[in-house]
């Protein structure tokens, strides 16, 4: 009867230890990857597929280079695993690209959904008076910032828009440039197939 119970014992420590094992999995599985909001538009024509194209800057992108220059970096990959080739300095492309990226920030106010603030209403009085009373109290909520990305194909010869799509986050972290490429890998993850509808995509996050 003890060796019985000892081996239910021992069988009990080994799930637990799978269990264990499978959340540090999960975690660590979760770690490197990002989830971003997708929405996607457009017409992609078959004909269309390994085609060059080249980043046009609008002309308020053109007065600040540096930063233009590091969102077309951050999408470049992105575009190549979709299977386009950029164009030869010099050479015609097929397509042309336009790209934008937009960082708000958002303040929360414990005003802004008086339902469902943090802080409360109903509390247990522990002092002379027994009994439930009801005292105002709240928590300021972090300001949180979303991050978006935007890109815009166009066949060049016509001008005519060929795919659009754009990939959002957000969170309590004010982002930065190295949100920049997942975002732009999320955005094409499904390329060249469109969803209007905004849903949910998870990329693997690239090695830093």
């Known amino acids: 009867e003890r060796r019985s119970e000892h081996g239910v014992n021992a ?7 799978a269990l264990a094992a499978a959340a540090m999995l999960a975690a660590c599985a979760s770690m490197n990857q990002f989830t971003a909001d997708v929405a996607t538009f457009g017409e992609w024509p078959a004909s269309r597929a390994g085609a060059t194209f080249s980043f046009e800057r609008m002309p308020s992108q053109q007065g600040r280079p540096e930063a233009q220059q590091r969102l077309e970096d951050a999408a470049r990959p992105a575009l190549m695993r979709a299977g386009l ?8 492309p097929d397509l042309v690209i336009q790209i934008g990226a937009r960082l708000t920030r958002t303040e929360r106010s414990p005003w802004d959904d008086p339902l469902w603030w943090h802080g409360g209403f109903g509390r247990w009085h522990r002092g002379p008076w027994r009994g439930p009373y009801w005292g105002l109290g709240w928590r300021i909520e972090p300001a949180r910032y979303e991050q978006e990305v935007a890109l815009l194909i166009r066949e060049r010869a016509s001008g005519r828009p060929l795919y659009e799509t754009r990939a959002s986050t957000d969170g309590p972290g004010q982002g930065g440039d190295h949100w920049l490429a997942p975002l732009f890998d999320a955005a094409l993850a499904e390329f060249p197939a469109v969803k209007p509808q905004v849903h949910a995509v998870t990329v693997p996050l690239p090695p830093r």
Do not use: C, D, L, W
Request: hydrophobic share 25%; aromatic share 0%.
């Open 11 to 17: 069988m009990k420590r080994r799930t637990t230890m």
């Open 85 to 92: 080739r950029q164009a030869p300095e010099g050479a015609e």
